[in-house]
């Protein structure tokens, strides 16, 4: 696959690129480096930094390689699972200045048939972004209990109809295509919802997605180590496209600027305990892109940008 086929649109790009123009020179993470759409915005504005770019998904590891060729040896790139930070990220010289976390699946891989992803095409029940693992939609369709269906249907996919969804698929089992589940699920969610609630595979897809690329454990796991990889004025950013996602990165962001990692039961004892604040928050609500941007772009319409400035100082709890 070559560049041009795998296009998509980097979603806020002018705020991406505004929040990461005051931070000091050095390296750049590009956490989901997808197309590389933002990634060549970012090597452009800032001529002075260079970017390590990261994909679990080896097609766009090759696209946004190819894609970036033109910044030379700024820019480097290797696949990998960004719940992995540190290891993926090893040991350096430079200045870690600025993280960046697209999330979700690329347009890219929704139009590629045979990854599963999407309700629109028949296809094998895939859904990994990254081919080397070992759990597929398939697996999660056809052996999970009832009620674990159910939960994530309902948590990952807030389908109102988790239930007789999870309780649909039990009974067709196993089902081997994307058709099939789609089929199984629209019989499942009440004619009157059918007619007006979006297609109505969308939201058990999104939750089953998100089930087998580890989408939300991997979210606080990367974020997590990317506070301890960035240096004092460097910037973690982060899109995110789902509100479970968003509420993961808002808790996160919070917690380091309130005390660097205190613990409720801490927060409740009667003492003044000193504060550690290990980032200042630069978005206490988060980005919205403007009507502009997600008329030319769908893909935006539900993306939440937010962003904290690393301080000085370390982490009040090291990590193991
Ligand atoms: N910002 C990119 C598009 C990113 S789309 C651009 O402008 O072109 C999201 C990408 O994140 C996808 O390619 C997906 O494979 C990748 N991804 C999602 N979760 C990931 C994770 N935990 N680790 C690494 N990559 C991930």
């Known amino acids: ?159 109102r109809f988790a239930r007789r969804v999870a309780r649909a698929i039990v009974a067709a089992r196993p089902l081997s295509s994307t058709q099939e589940l789609v089929a199984v699920i629209t019989s499942a969610i009440p004619a009157a919802t059918r007619r007006s609630g979006g297609h109505p595979a969308r939201r058990t897809f999104q939750a089953i997605r998100m089930e087998v690329n580890r989408e939300l454990p991997n979210l606080a796991d990367g974020l997590d180590e990317s506070v301890h990889l960035v240096g004092p004025g460097g910037r973690i950013l982060v899109l995110a496209y789902h509100s479970l996602e968003d509420r993961i990165v808002k808790e996160r962001m919070r917690a380091w600027a309130d005390e660097g990692g205190q613990s409720h039961e801490e927060a409740r004892l009667p003492i003044a305990r000193e504060r550690h604040p290990i980032v200042r928050v630069l978005s206490r609500r988060p980005l919205r892109p403007s009507a502009d941007e997600v008329r030319d772009n769908p893909r935006a319409e539900s993306a939440r940008l937010r962003a904290c400035e690393r301080l000085e100082g370390e982490p009040a709890q090291e990590m193991a």
């Open 1 to 159: 696959m070559t560049g041009d086929q795998f296009q998509h649109l980097p979603v806020m790009g002018r705020e991406v690129v505004e929040l990461l123009l005051p931070v000091p020179c050095g390296l750049l993470i590009d956490c989901t480096v997808g197309a590389g759409g933002h990634a060549a915005l970012l090597l452009d504005a800032r001529p002075d930094c260079t970017l390590l770019g990261i994909d679990r998904d080896a097609d766009a590891v090759a696209a946004a390689t190819a894609r970036l060729r033109r910044f030379g040896d700024r820019v480097e790139m290797v696949q990998g699972e960004f719940g992995r930070l540190r290891a993926l990220v090893g040991e350096r010289e430079e200045a870690i200045v600025g993280v960046l976390m697209d999330l979700g699946v690329s347009s890219p891989q929704l139009d590629r048939p045979d990854r599963g992803f999407s309700y629109r095409f028949d296809a094998p029940l895939d859904m990994r972004m990254d081919a080397r693992q070992r759990l597929t939609a398939a697996h999660v369709v056809n052996e999970y209990d009832e009620d674990e269906l159910a939960a994530i249907i309902a948590a990952n996919g807030e389908e």
